[in-house]
């Protein structure tokens, strides 16, 4: 009961101590305080207006640059993709305006779009790797040869890309006989959906990254799916490029583009472009289409990884002229 009083006591004494505090606080001290406080708040105002003022100034600047850009896209790719036919791979989460915009630029570029593939959630789930080699083992050509380190989706790739893409000038726009029955396997497995005719196989992909990266326990494994994806329609055609908004290129483990140019093996080989949201990104898809069937790969946006904004302009080799006296 003491014990009880004592901290009883204690405890008023302390809330009669704040108390007193605060009313010498607010008598002694009210005109100062609130100056001070006035002060800082206008401040802040200031900082916050000058601050305003710099975003309204460059978001009006980027608008600016967006619509001269989009304007000038048919004259800068026209051409530059002729003869080509394109795959667009669209993952779960992957932007339907991005996709859009970048399908309508390829067109501009003189590409035929041979056909979209969305991959399901389904297909990214590690708890399914089991139904998806099932799937693999039972569709394969008899002599195509898996790597004793590939994953499930290193093997579904490679499956995939026989029945999408071709390196062959003469297959292109053709179905593959030896593997007619994969496209509608995996659709009716609930792996894909399809739309247009993306079994006539084309020879680049374009490979569309989530909006966000993938989070919880399976992310880095969804991420690493996708890049392999990616690797798979690589080396069946003539070039792939893996590409995504804002959001992509992150220090994350749930993101594909992040994975892609952190695999050593995957970078050499698949290009990445981390503003495909914006039209000088769109561009750069094209570019990178380009770069991809001259052999060549590249990391290019403003994101992590990325070892510069566009791929570099070839530059003109001048013609050999005689030198004076010769």
Same mark, same amino acid.
């Not at 080509?84 to 970048?102: D, F, H, K, N, W």
């Not at 959906?193 to 399976?218: H, Q």
């Not at 503003?275 to 060549?296: F, H, K, N, T, Y």
């Given at each position: 009961?003491?014990?009880?009083?004592?901290?009883?006591?204690?405890?008023?004494?302390?809330?009669?101590?704040?108390?007193?505090?605060?009313?010498?606080?607010?008598?002694?001290?009210?005109?100062?305080?609130?100056?001070?406080?006035?002060?800082?708040?206008?401040?802040?105002?200031?900082?916050?207006?000058?601050?305003?003022?710099?975003?309204?100034?460059?978001?009006?600047?980027?608008?600016?640059?967006?619509?001269?850009?989009?304007?000038?896209?048919?004259?800068?790719?026209?051409?530059?993709?002729?003869?080509?036919?394109?795959?667009?791979?669209?993952?779960?989460?992957?932007?339907?305006?991005?996709?859009?915009?970048?399908?309508?630029?390829?067109?501009?570029?003189? +590409?035929?779009?041979?056909?979209?593939?969305?991959?399901?959630?389904?297909?990214?789930?590690?708890?399914?790797?089991?139904?998806?080699?099932?799937?693999?083992?039972?569709?394969?050509?008899?002599?195509?040869?898996?790597?004793?380190?590939?994953?499930?989706?290193?093997?579904?790739?490679?499956?995939?890309?026989?029945?999408?893409?071709?390196?062959?000038?003469?297959?292109?726009?053709?179905?593959?006989?030896?593997?007619?029955? @994969?496209?509608?396997?995996?659709?009716?497995?609930?792996?894909?959906?399809?739309?247009?005719?993306?079994?006539?196989? +084309?020879?680049?992909?374009?490979?569309? +990254?989530?909006?966000?990266?993938?989070?919880?326990?399976?992310?880095?494994?969804?991420?690493?799916?996708?890049?392999?994806?990616?690797?798979?329609?690589?080396?069946?055609?003539?070039?792939?490029?893996?590409?995504?908004?804002?959001?992509?290129?992150?220090? @994350?483990?749930?993101?594909?583009?992040?994975?892609?140019?952190?695999?050593?093996?995957?970078?050499?080989?698949?290009?990445?472009?981390?503003?495909?949201?914006?039209?000088?990104?769109?561009?750069?898809?094209?570019?990178?289409?380009?770069?991809?069937?001259?052999?060549?790969?590249?990391?290019?946006?403003?994101?992590?990884?990325?070892?510069?904004?566009?791929?570099?302009?070839?530059?003109?080799?001048?013609?050999?002229?005689?030198?004076?006296?010769?």
């Amino acid at each position: 009961m003491i014990d009880f009083r004592y901290h009883l006591v204690s405890i008023v004494a302390v809330f009669l101590a704040l108390a007193v505090g605060i009313v010498l606080g607010t008598t002694l001290l009210q005109e100062p305080a609130v100056k001070s406080a006035q002060e800082m708040t206008a401040a802040l105002t200031k900082t916050k207006e000058e601050l305003r003022g710099q975003i309204d100034t460059l978001q009006g600047r980027e608008a600016a640059n967006d619509t001269l850009i989009t304007s000038m896209t048919p004259d800068i790719v026209a051409g530059d993709l002729a003869g080509q036919s394109v795959l667009l791979v669209e993952t779960p989460g992957s932007s339907t305006t991005i996709r859009e915009a970048a399908q309508q630029v390829l067109g501009q570029a003189g +590409a035929e779009i041979s056909g979209r593939v969305t991959l399901s959630e389904k297909f990214l789930d590690p708890k399914g790797t089991g139904v998806l080699d099932g799937l693999v083992n039972q569709l394969k050509p008899a002599n195509m040869i898996f790597p004793e380190t590939a994953t499930a989706w290193d093997r579904a790739a490679t499956l995939l890309s026989a029945a999408l893409v071709t390196s062959d000038p003469a297959q292109v726009g053709t179905p593959n006989a030896a593997t007619t029955e @994969v496209l509608s396997a995996f659709e009716t497995g609930g792996l894909l959906s399809i739309d247009g005719d993306p079994g006539k196989r +084309a020879t680049l992909v374009v490979v569309l +990254a989530p909006e966000k990266p993938f989070e919880g326990e399976n992310a880095e494994t969804q991420a690493g799916a996708i890049a392999s994806m990616a690797d798979g329609l690589d080396v069946g055609g003539n070039g792939t490029v893996l590409a995504g908004g804002p959001a992509a290129a992150t220090a @994350v483990p749930g993101d594909p583009i992040g994975h892609a140019r952190d695999d050593s093996d995957i970078a050499k080989r698949v290009t990445t472009v981390d503003a495909g949201d914006m039209p000088l990104g769109r561009v750069v898809i094209v570019q990178a289409l380009q770069e991809q069937l001259a052999g060549r790969s590249g990391h290019y946006g403003v994101g992590i990884g990325a070892s510069a904004p566009m791929p570099a302009v070839p530059s003109a080799t001048p013609s050999p002229t005689s030198e004076s006296g010769s």
